[in-house]
């Protein structure tokens, strides 16, 4: 092999190096912050990841919401009609946040029963309701 042949294919061999690690560098740091929807009954069967953060999305059952009386901590419960999990949010809720009313709420799952969001994400119109939320419910029943 000639070395003007040579010099080429070890600069396209370091050019492919540097592309995978830059794109392995890229993956590793989305995976840190990638958060995936579950519904109600996905976290109550063990398939969502504990102390990661994650999206969690059903109806506010009718009745459940407790607000505390010293700070702005807010307990509910969604459900996708198979399972209910109890969020615990500490903040102020959206306008447009109520009972029988689609929600997503982001945070970690701290066990397979609860939530602690940091966000809560309420639908905009009467007609809308977040894609996941309404798969979840239709794979629900």
Request: charged share 20%; no cysteine; hydrophobic share 50%.
């Amino acid at each position: 092999m000639n070395l003007a042949r040579k010099r080429k294919l070890l600069i396209i061999v370091f050019m492919i190096s540097m592309l995978a690690i830059v794109t392995a560098l890229v993956l590793y740091a989305l995976r840190q912050n990638i958060s995936l929807f579950y519904s109600p009954s996905q976290v109550a069967l063990g398939q969502a990841p504990a102390h990661h953060a994650i999206r969690v999305g059903g109806m506010v059952v009718p009745g459940s919401i407790v607000r505390s009386t010293q700070d702005l901590t807010v307990r509910f419960k969604i459900t996708d009609y198979a399972h209910t999990v109890e969020v615990i949010f500490q903040g102020i809720l959206p306008d447009l946040f109520r009972e029988g009313q689609g929600i997503v709420a982001q945070g970690q799952l701290l066990d397979s029963t609860h939530v602690k969001a940091t966000e809560v994400l309420a639908k905009h119109d009467e007609k809308y309701m977040p894609p996941e939320v309404k798969d979840a419910l239709a794979k629900a029943g």
